[in-house]
């Protein structure tokens, strides 16, 4: 597991260690004991169809075929380990299609302010409560953790899922201990189930053992390039991904649902250092699309990605995942109705072996996904009982397949898929984000980036490269609370702090700050705060664990522009390691521009 920590930041004698843990890493089943439906027969127990009524669970699952039920319709999760930190971010995703991404550790009220969010773009989030759930050491401390976790935004309705460990039979985790912390859990918030994402390892028996303690089952691959090594199966091509989800399935006894966590990054990104580029193989669009269509084919009930946030923004990869989400969100309704098994399911014909077929129907008309596992090309003959049509539209790639007599044929290029429909009128649309990567945003001026003398890098926050409205050199302690505004004291953008009750004060930093120890230093700002809301700037290091502040007061707000400054000298000498901060506490918005940190005379 890998996570991703800003440190902790104070100023004076403040030191309550805020953090935000953003999203760990994904690397990455008879079972008899497992037939027990989600939540273990409590409140989220097996959904029997897709009616809704008042006194429906957040969340169930139909028996069927283990598919979601939120809010009384089914839904196929289409995720991402992202946690926007702007609207501009979050409406990006929700664009793409993705429908649930991951919600970061934080205080309450910022947790809170977040969900409002990812709710207003029409998006569920899932929340990990990690070790928590181990009650193998502190558990009395972990209970109340919990129980204040769930009351504080257990009853948001944007909160679709909590997540357990992370691959933790791979980390050799203590199945017993987390399955008392499962059921403590379940206790508290019977509306929403608890998913376990295990790595490509272990067998099934072993991870079948630990699925007591999950509501949903699930697994990370990542096999590009070929030969991949991450997973222990025989099968070193990227339709390994169909052997994981079967055995994932295989691993909660068929009687769970299962997600798939995706490739969204190349290998070599995981060392990737800030600001390098690396020559990490990433997977083609061709790949992207088999691996989503293969998991699906094998009985996944939901594809998250991970990795994303390593990759370069803008980029060719990222328009590209990006596109092919928009094509599973036009199927969201068709991916989560049921596959027939019936004699009116779709047979394949020919070949015998080698292609993989799944037949849903929704809204009358019927949808078929033929999905090549091998290397090599194809002709793929298919039959579907009752068809009345004479040609089959195939979706998302502006053509048909010739019907006579129900069957239909059509050739499969290596790893191909097909997604067939006789509903002619299908809106398939697959949004282009193409403009992105070829059409990058200009690079910003130096002179917005660096001012002779001043050592705040962007100090007007007019550079905004990758378009996220976060100025570029700059970080938001808090998601929703930092970012650009139209209103400056000079230029075209100030940065926006937006304070959310005074228990919380959300801040941005900009590291790597070049004080020279010995040396007197003024640091100044222009601020525009209301009055009720309070703001501040501050220098400080850390050397053996010590902070070392160099900090205004908290200054009220008036409505107006007013400047601030200060002046201090750095000792001890930061030794390379002091940042500056801009900082606000109450209820509303800050406005902070023309940032300047000069050596002094």
């Not at 357990?164 to 059921?183: F, I, K, Q, T």
């Not at 084919?297 to 990869?317: C, D, E, M, Q």
Request: net charge neutral; proline share 7%.
């Amino acid at each position: 597991m890998h996570r991703n920590e800003l440190p902790r930041i104070g100023c004076q004698h403040r030191r309550p260690g805020l953090r935000l843990t953003t999203f760990a890493l994904l690397v990455a089943i008879s079972a008899t004991a497992l037939a027990a439906p989600i939540g273990n027969g409590r409140r989220i127990a097996a959904a029997p169809g897709n009616s809704s009524s008042a006194s429906a669970p957040l969340v169930a699952v139909r028996k069927s075929d283990n598919m979601l039920i939120v809010q009384g319709k089914p839904f196929f999760p289409i995720g991402i380990y992202e946690a926007p930190r702007t609207d501009a971010a979050m409406s990006r995703l929700a664009r793409a299609g993705f429908n649930l991404c991951q919600m970061p550790e934080g205080p309450p009220a910022t947790m809170r302010h977040l969900l409002d969010h990812v709710q207003s773009h029409g998006m569920k989030a899932w929340f990990g409560a990690d070790t928590l759930l181990d009650f193998s050491t502190d558990a009395d401390r972990k209970r109340q953790q919990l129980t204040e976790l769930v009351r504080s935004v257990g009853a948001h309705p944007a909160l679709l899922l909590w997540e357990s460990m992370d691959e933790p039979v791979w980390s050799g985790r203590n199945a017993d201990a987390c399955l008392a912390g499962y059921a403590f859990l379940r206790a508290l918030d019977p509306q929403r189930p608890l998913w376990t994402n295990h790595a490509p390892r272990n067998t099934i028996a072993e991870l079948s053992r630990w699925n007591r303690a999950t509501d949903i089952g699930g697994v990370d691959i990542y096999p590009v390039p070929e030969p991949q090594a991450q997973s222990d199966l025989p099968n070193k091509t990227i339709a390994v991904v169909g052997d994981e989800c079967d055995k994932a399935i295989r691993a909660v006894n068929g009687k769970k649902p299962v997600f798939m966590v995706l490739q969204g990054f190349g290998w070599a990104d995981l060392s990737r250092r800030a600001g390098q580029e690396t020559a990490a193989i990433l997977p083609t669009p061709h790949e992207s699309r088999f691996m989503a269509y293969q998991a699906i084919v094998h009985g996944a009930n939901g594809i998250l990605y991970w990795g994303t946030y390593l990759t370069r923004k803008p980029s060719r990869f990222r328009s590209e995942l990006e596109s092919l989400v928009s094509e599973l969100a036009a199927l969201q309704d068709v991916l989560a109705s049921e596959t027939r098994h019936d004699t009116a399911a779709a047979q394949l014909l020919q070949p015998r072996r080698g292609v993989r077929l799944a037949h849903k129907r929704f809204g009358g008309h019927d949808y078929v996904i033929l999905v090549n596992e091998g290397a090599d090309s194809v002709a793929a003959t298919v039959r579907v009982p009752g068809l009345k049509t004479a040609r089959l539209k195939r979706l998302f790639e502006n053509g048909h397949v010739p019907v006579s007599g129900q069957t239909a044929r059509l050739g499969l290029a290596g790893h191909g898929v097909a997604a067939l429909s006789d509903n002619d009128g299908f809106a398939d649309p697959r949004v282009d984000f193409s403009g992105e990567w070829r059409n990058p945003p200009a690079a910003a001026d130096p002179s917005r980036l660096r001012e002779p003398g001043n050592l705040v890098a962007n100090p007007g926050f007019e550079a905004d490269r990758d378009g996220d409205r976060v100025p570029d050199g700059w970080e938001g302690s808090l998601p929703f609370t930092a970012s650009l505004s139209d209103e400056a004291h000079g230029g075209r953008h100030s940065l926006a702090l937006t304070g959310v009750g005074d228990a919380v004060t959300p801040l941005a930093v900009q590291r790597g700050t070049p004080l020279l120890g010995g040396r007197t230093y003024r640091f100044s700002a222009w601020i525009k705060a209301p009055p009720g809301v309070e703001s501040r700037i501050y220098v400080e290091w850390v050397l053996a664990g010590v902070f070392h502040s160099r900090c205004l007061p908290w200054e009220p707000g008036t409505g107006r522009w007013q400047r601030v400054s200060y002046a201090f000298t750095a000792e001890p000498d930061p030794a390379g390691t002091a940042y500056v901060v801009a900082q606000v506490k109450g209820t509303g918005t800050a406005l902070f521009d023309e940032l300047k940190l000069e050596e002094g005379r």
